[in-house]
């Protein structure tokens, strides 16, 4: 293999993950726990109870999460998403720059590819990048 070719194929990849970053299965999930306590002025507190019924033996408090906490829990975790697959593209560049110089740093694309095992980085990809460099680095 050709080192334009490695090249072209890890800017390919790149493009790619940038066009559709939504490609890999990601699940986000959000869980609220404890209890908020309002009062508005005066003493206590009213406690509705819920549960109870005829022959049960449980009775408690009735906690709700709102969507719109939920939705903010997903709209962090979409923004994290975004910023790590930035950082995966940017070093996929970086691996296709070292390929492209005259002296290509092996050891800087194998710290690279460490590092990508170390991380989320889904391993198709990584497979990938393996064994396209594995042909042109020693």
Known sequence: MEKSEAVLIIRNLADCLRSKPNQFTFNVSAKAVGQSIVSNGGIGMVVTATGGASGSSVIGNKIS???ADVSIAVDGANAAIAQQMQGLTDSLEEIAK???SVNPDTGYIQ???NSFGEAWVPPII???ISTVTGLLVP
């Open 111 to 113: 710290k690279v590819l």
């Open 126 to 128: 990584t497979s990938v």
């Open 65 to 67: 999460v709102s969507s």
């Open 98 to 100: 070292q390929l492209e």
